[in-house]
Structure formats: C-alpha cells, structure tokens
C-alpha cells in the first residue's frame, strides 16, 4: 500500500508512474486520498482542539467550586459536557473517513519503477538477455505425452480424484519432482537462504498483508466456514512471519527460503496452451524472500535474479529473462523480471520464475518495519520475493528438452538426487 505521504508529495509522478499499468484508470483515486486525508486530519485537529479546551475547563471547575462560585462552576461544567458530546460525536466520523481513506488506498496499485516499460500486456514485456542452448531434437514430443508413455504422470487419475489441473505424479515422475524440490532448497540453503516450512492455508490478515486479499480475480480458494485460505505461494506466509514485527537494523538482510504446495483457480484457462503440466490448480514451487532497507533492495533483486539465473543454467535449459511492462505488472510489484523456459516441443516460452520488487508496498500493508541506527526511528522495510523455482513447467521442459530415443535424460546435477540418469521402457 503507498504511503500518503508518499501520495501527497509526488501526486504528478504518481499519475505518470500509474499510466504505464495502462489498464488502471482510476486516477481520481489520488485525489480521493489526499481529500481524504484532509478531512480525517481536519476531525483530529477539531478533537485535539476540543480536547485541551476540555481539559482546560476541568481544571477551572475545581477553582471556583473552592472559591464558592458554585453558579460559574456549574455554566463551566455544561460547557465541558457539551464538548464532550461534540467529540462522542466526531469519534464515529473519524472511524468511516478513515476507513474510507484506507480502502482508497487499498484500490492503488504499486508505483513501477522508471525503468519498467510501458506496454499492454506479455507479448511487449521486454528480453534481458538470453542463455542456454535449445537442443535439436530428432523427436519431439509434448510432455504430455512423454508422461503417458513412461507412466510418470496421470492427469486423468487426478481429474477423477479431484478435477482438472490435479494431476497424480508416479514413480519415476514423483521421484524427479521430489528431486527438484530438493535441490532447489539445497541450492538456496547454500547461498544464504533459511529454510522455512510454512503452514499452507492462510487467515485473512496474512492475505491482505501481502496484497493477495482483496481477490480481484478470483484466484484463491476459500473455506468459508472457517475463513481461511489456501496459500497459492508460500511468499505470502513466509513474508507474513513479520507483520506487526520491529527488526533491528543488524537484523537485516532477512533471506528465507520454502518449498509448498500452491494453490490458484486459475478460472477461465482452457486450451491447448495449458495443457498437461502448462496450467495446474495445484502445483509446487520453492521460494526465495528478501527483507532488506530500502536502500539495499535494488543490491537484493538484482543478487535474486542472479541467483535464479545461475540454478536454471546448472540445469542446462535455455532461458532468456524479461522485464515485464507495466501492463503485466502485478499490482503490487514496483518491478519484476520473468524467466521463461524455451520449450523445444511445443515451440514457446514458459514462464517458470518471477523476481519482484515490491519497495515498501508490502510492508506498509504488513506494519514490516526495522530501527533505523541513525535516525532511531522506525521506518518501513522493502520486501522481495522470487520462484526458485516453481516446478510444473520446469518438469515439463526437463522432459521435453532432455529427451532421446532412449528416454530422458537427467541433468547432472539432479542424478543424486533422483537415484538414477534416465528415465526409459
């Protein structure tokens, strides 16, 4: 969530920072804020004002009750209980402005960076840079496919179960994907990260905290009975570990890492460009979290994309990474970058990882705050968070890419993992 201050001092950058989102247009909301702002500081000075003429009159009530003035004494008394029906009723009017003010505030998107392009969507996110090599393959067959030959996965087992996009792993499939788990938190363990392991639904505090709540598109499970819900990352319980909480400056960087189920709706996602592994309701993924100073959180993303680079080339796949536009932007994100998979047998780009700044928007929603040293006050954190990795697409395209006539073959670097290099009749 912005900041007023924030809103108030930079309400023309705002405006020209919020045109790149290009399907936000709800620029009155700027102007709400302030406005609002205004009056609920304008009921505040009305109530300290009547406050102190309150107390003043207290004091005076006592002298002349001594001094026998019991007449002014009583006319003082009326004034103070005539006041103090005036603040009863100011008190209500500051609860609904302010809590207009905080749901205007909720309905502003995160302010992207300069540097984030305009554009209207995916197809005008702009490429990095580019790594790895695709392979020339004499077969190429979708993942799909490669799983129903080897057994390795069963989508119409978990249709049955539960419904599409649930999909049962078997054998040597369950095995690879517990080997990617793995490593990934083995990988991330090794540069610095602490391993989590979060709870996997979430109470509503914790939603808003990280702005998955309000749920504008649906996304999320929801067990109404008892309010809460399925995480759909573990970046949104692992930040939440510090909502409420004061670090101290030693404390930071704080460098979490967690491997959980994740759960999306995902409503409205038919085609062939989600099929098999593509799209999941329930997938699996291994997250990284930063919380940094402010100062430090460009150092932090740019170590993150870096750190997230290096994992997908130890596993030998051709990767470019993108800087989204403002049109792809998550709402909360001041910035993000995308890496996307090159998928040999279906000719396109996946996306497997996403790398986002979200500055201070985060934890002014969270209350995430640490004590400045210097200015010993207490001043807000900037939280970070990236896929490191999530799994689906990263299954698919190991199986997709890696594969030969005589089975598929493991990366290197997961065959302790896995117990075995190929996966083969």
Known sequence: MLQVPFIRENRERLIEGLKKRVTFNDFHLID???????????????????????????????????????????????????????????????IEVSEKLVGALRQLPNLPQEIVPLGKDDSENVMIKEGGVVPSLKVAEPHW??????????????????????????????????ALINYFLDFNRDAGYSEVIPPFVINEASGYGTGQLPDKEGQMYHNEKDDLYLIPTSEVPVTNMYRDVLL?????????????????????????????????HQFEKVEIVQITKPSESEKALKEMVAHVEKLVNNLGLPYRI?????????????ITYDFEIYSTAQERWLEVSSVSNFEAYQANRLKCRYKNKETKKNELCHTLNGSSLALPRILATILENYQTPEGVKIPEVLIPYCGFDIISE
């Open 248 to 280: 101290q400056e030693k404390e930071l960087p704080v460098k979490m890492t967690a491997y959980s189920p994740c759960f999306r709706r995902e409503a409205g996602s038919y085609g062939a460009h989600v099929r098999g592994l593509n799209r999941l």
């Open 145 to 178: 496919e490669i799983a129903e030959k080897f057994k390795l996965i069963d989508f119409q087992l978990g249709a049955k179960v539960t419904g599409a996009g649930f999909p049962f792993y078997l054998g040597k499939g369950a095995r690879l994907q517990r």
């Open 32 to 94: 709400e804020v302030i406005g609002l702002d205004d009056k609920r500081k304008s009921i505040q000075q009305e109530m300290d004002s009547l406050n102190a003429q309150s107390n003043d009159l207290s004091k005076q009530i006592g002298g002349l009750f001594k001094a026998g003035k019991v007449e002014e004494a009583q006319e003082v008394k009326k004034q103070t209980q005539e006041i103090s029906a005036r603040i009863k009723a100011l008190k209500p009017e500051s």
């Open 322 to 334: 993108v800087r989204l536009c403002g049109g792809d932007l998550g709402f909360t994100s001041a």
